[in-house]
């Protein structure tokens, strides 16, 4: 089910809601359940022979961590539990989305020769296998406390963030459904989720897909793209993925928000970012902030232990040698991006994406390290430059990323370098209106997304998730429960319905 259809915008999410607040006057295990039943309706729409799946993915985990917290005096037996259990939740995502992918390779090399059908992918199997994977860490490391087989399933399934995120933990969310005053109906946290829901509706429908009619004939036939359409295309699915994510994250939050609860912030203006370590501080925030803290941290403090039990130095002038940058930068680095770059997928161009992302930042991390005392400039130009360098590089990184060969990315890079020429074709004047119009409508999507507040700032007044965010332009433009802002809102449910009709799934479902 689509947060973008009108089965779950006029029925299930009114039914869902009306439900969660009726039983909660019963209690809070009764609404409890009522949350769970609906989520799984909401999971097992598309195809109800997963729900089985996810559900002993849940028992599963569950277990696990119940065995993991009995051994916490057998630290030995307690890390043997823990390596098991993730091993057999990355089984189960291996087996569904990367195994076809491996075994066709290695029988393209003629290594093996085994046929294998590729499974159809269960929605949501990446979000909800790292979800329950970093409570199992947690654990590990004495970070839960809630241990009700109610309130983690509830964590685990909660359909705003059960299909494409955000990443959740289980300290922020947990406490949540543990307080009483979550299953209380609450009108102004209905009508702030609500706000937030219909600002990502509108997002998705009439900004990231209309804008995405030129992404795939483009991508199908690179090739054929000289240098202004190359570059439409381009620039139209970043914009396109931009607007997409931010109207899903928006949406999440949004729902969210009308049970009462607060996620953490998803999605922050990335393209405002004046780095590309900024840059994923901004985009895709818990999935950054999960590889942070259960990956790049851990391999960074085991490389310092390391140096520092063979007496080498460990601090920043030491990351300046190339020994030190390798052990303590690039090594770390590498690992982390190669991952988030595989965890989108099994292709080749998930992979080289996470390495030429990887690169990115190792050479940012080299900047800072080598000129520790040059400030940056506050200036608008130097500014300017510094965003627009950023998103170019993000822009190669998304060809690589969109692009269904590595082939087909390179042959697009191509034709934005002029490769196939620079030829227009304008073979009438329609054609040089509908040019006219492409351009007219990027340059206006750019206008949002480098001068407008995003969607938290103009909720900042009621503190639309967790996290601390800053003022944005245009400070007057801040939700207010006002009648001006009601006929807004109103005009935008408006659009966003009538758009609904020729919608797409979120480009983030299929991964």
Not at 260 to 270: G, I, Q
Not at 290 to 317: C, E, F, I, K
Not at 470 to 475: E, K
Request: net charge positive.
């Amino acid at each position: 089910m689509l947060f973008n259809s009108y089965v779950f915008v006029l029925a299930f999410l009114p039914i869902a809601l009306a439900g969660f607040f009726a039983a909660g006057r019963l209690g809070r295990r009764v609404a409890g359940c009522w949350l769970i039943a609906a989520s799984l309706v909401f999971y097992g729409w598309w195809n109800t022979g997963f729900v089985p799946l996810l559900l002993a993915s849940i028992a599963g985990n569950y277990a696990a961590a119940r065995l993991i917290h009995a051994l916490a005096p057998r630290p030995r037996r307690q890390t043997a539990a823990l390596v098991i259990a993730i091993a057999a939740n990355l089984a189960a995502l291996l087996y569904y989305k990367y195994l076809a992918a491996m075994l066709g390779f290695l029988r393209m090399h003629g290594v093996a020769d085994i046929v294998f059908t590729d499974p159809v992918l269960p929605l949501g199997i990446s979000f909800f296998t790292f979800t329950q994977i970093g409570y199992l860490l947690d654990c590990r490391n004495a970070l839960t406390h809630d241990r009700s087989p109610l309130n983690y399933t509830l964590f685990v399934t909660f359909f705003p963030h059960l299909i494409a995120g955000p990443i959740v933990h289980n300290r922020e969310i947990m406490p949540q459904f543990a307080d009483h005053a979550t299953y209380r109906f609450c009108s102004h946290n209905v009508a702030v989720g609500l706000a937030i829901f219909l600002i990502g509706l509108l997002k998705k429908c009439l900004l990231a897909d209309p804008t995405s009619l030129a992404v795939a004939p483009g991508f199908a036939h690179p090739d054929q793209l000289t240098l202004f359409p190359a570059w439409h295309v381009a620039l139209s699915y970043s914009l396109q993925l931009y607007f997409d994510f931010s109207g899903y994250s928006d949406m999440a939050i949004g729902l969210a928000r009308m049970f009462n609860l607060r996620f953490p912030l998803n999605f922050n203006s990335p393209y405002k970012a004046q780095s590309v370590i900024e840059y994923w501080q901004r985009w895709h925030m818990t999935l950054t902030r999960y590889l942070n803290l259960y990956l790049y941290d851990p391999l960074a403090l085991a490389v310092v232990r390391r140096r520092q039990a063979h007496g080498l130095s460990t601090r920043r002038d030491a990351q300046a040698s190339p020994r030190g940058f390798a052990a303590m930068v690039l090594f770390p680095t590498f690992v982390t991006m190669t991952l988030a770059g595989v965890w989108h997928g099994s292709g080749l161009t998930f992979l080289v994406f996470g390495l030429l992302h990887a690169v990115y930042i190792s050479v940012n991390h080299a900047w800072r390290i080598l000129h520790p005392h040059r400030q940056a400039s506050t200036g608008t130009m130097h500014r300017s430059a510094r965003v627009l360098l950023t998103y170019l590089c993000v822009l190669a990184g998304a060809i690589v990323f969109r692009a269904p060969t590595l082939t087909a990315a390179s042959q697009l890079i191509g034709g934005m370098l002029g490769w196939h020429g620079a030829a227009v074709a304008l073979a009438d004047g329609r054609a040089a209106v509908h040019a006219a119009l492409d351009i007219a409508w990027l340059v206006a999507l750019y206008a949002i997304v480098w001068c407008a507040p995003n969607t938290q700032q103009i909720m900042r007044n009621d503190a639309p998730a967790l996290g601390r965010i800053q003022p944005g332009p245009l400070p007057r433009l801040s939700w207010q429960p006002t009648l001006p802002w009601a006929v807004a809102l109103g005009c935008t449910a408006t659009l966003g319905l009538l758009s609904i009709g020729g919608t797409s799934e979120f480009l983030y479902f299929q991964f």
